[in-house]
């Protein structure tokens, strides 16, 4: 079958998700026409997957669908926005019927789990991209900023950290075999973006970023945003058992540099520490601390040996990597 551009439009993405009462006029006109509730911010943000770049061809296209999404849903976290909205663009090299209906199934499943609603876009023929702007709404009051932090306050972090970037090597190496590495594959093809947290954290954190280049890098933003240094406890990073046992062998890079986690890095002034973690728990979202923001220049690694060093790994950066 030959498909046009209004044809894959209709086929595949007008009723893709759901509908929402603040969208009063979806896909289908030259212009999505949207009511944000008053006294909320709009919160967006937008990434690009590039084939090659940031996905491996042979990639399942449901979780491509869901990683477009969850990677932009991560980034409205970080600000404690709650979403709303979602733009699509997609360029692809032919229509390949199954490959898009799994892409859209896996990209509305996630929607439709935080109440998301696919307002418009774009489909172009060319190399494989997809690029996806989301839409929430956020408290001005209360949104979490990278620039907040303070010297004293305890740093955070969500999830475990080194699990996609340790599936992705093992792929490059064709070693990915068994159950550790399908849950690894899992931690990469198809990330949990921690919106709960994010609202939970809202009015709650100090400041806050989604670990997307790696543990060290964000830090990094952190702490240059908020004119702050931090020292951080390696021995308490939260790590599964195969990025633990890199680290056993000395190799950090994982842990530290290997960026896809999509967790929520996060300093929390020492007064606010129990209450935080209560809200944590209450909410099911696992929270691990990691060590404190300090008055001083750089970010210091504690290694388990008790060695100290000022020296981070770069993480990954579209023009360098």
Excluded at 214 to 219: R, V
Aim: hydrophobic share 45%.
């Amino acid at each position: 079958m030959s498909f046009s551009e209004f044809d894959l439009i209709r086929t595949y993405f007008s009723h893709a998700t759901g509908n929402r009462g603040d969208v009063l006029l979806g896909i289908g006109d030259d212009c999505a026409l949207l009511n944000p509730p008053a006294g909320r911010c709009l919160a967006i943000s937008i990434d690009t997957l590039v084939e090659g770049r940031h996905f491996l061809p042979e990639v399942d296209p449901a979780a491509l669908g869901h990683k477009a999404l969850a990677v932009n849903l991560s980034d409205l976290a970080a600000m404690g926005a709650e979403p709303a909205w979602v733009t699509l663009a997609i360029t692809l090299p032919t229509v390949d019927e199954v490959w898009l209906r799994a892409f859209v199934d896996g990209f509305a499943q996630l929607a439709a789990a935080h109440n998301v609603q696919l307002v418009g876009g774009d489909t172009t023929r060319g190399p494989l991209s997809i690029t996806v702007q989301v839409h929430g709404f956020v408290d001005p009051a209360l949104a979490l900023r990278r620039s907040g932090g303070r010297a004293g306050d305890r740093l955070f972090v969500s999830g475990t950290v080194g699990d996609a970037a340790l599936a992705l090597q093992r792929l490059r190496d064709n070693a990915a075999h068994g159950t550790e590495d399908a849950c690894l594959l899992a931690r990469l093809d198809r990330p949990t973006p921690r919106v709960a947290l994010g609202r939970v954290l809202a009015g709650r954190a100090n400041a806050a970023i989604d670990v997307s280049d790696g543990l060290a890098a964000d830090l990094r933003h952190i702490c240059e945003a908020s004119g702050v240094g931090a020292r951080v406890d390696l021995s308490r990073l939260p790590v599964s058992p195969a990025v633990a046992a890199a680290c056993d062998r000395g190799d950090w890079h994982y842990a530290l540099a290997g960026g896809d986690d999509y967790e929520l890095l996060f300093s929390v002034g020492a007064d606010q520490v129990d209450a935080v973690l209560a809200a944590c728990g209450a909410a099911g979202e696992p929270v691990q601390e990691i060590g404190s923001l300090v008055d001083e220049e750089g970010i210091a690694l504690v290694y388990p040996d008790g060695r100290v060093s000022k020296e981070i790994p770069d993480g990954f950066d579209h023009f360098r990597t």
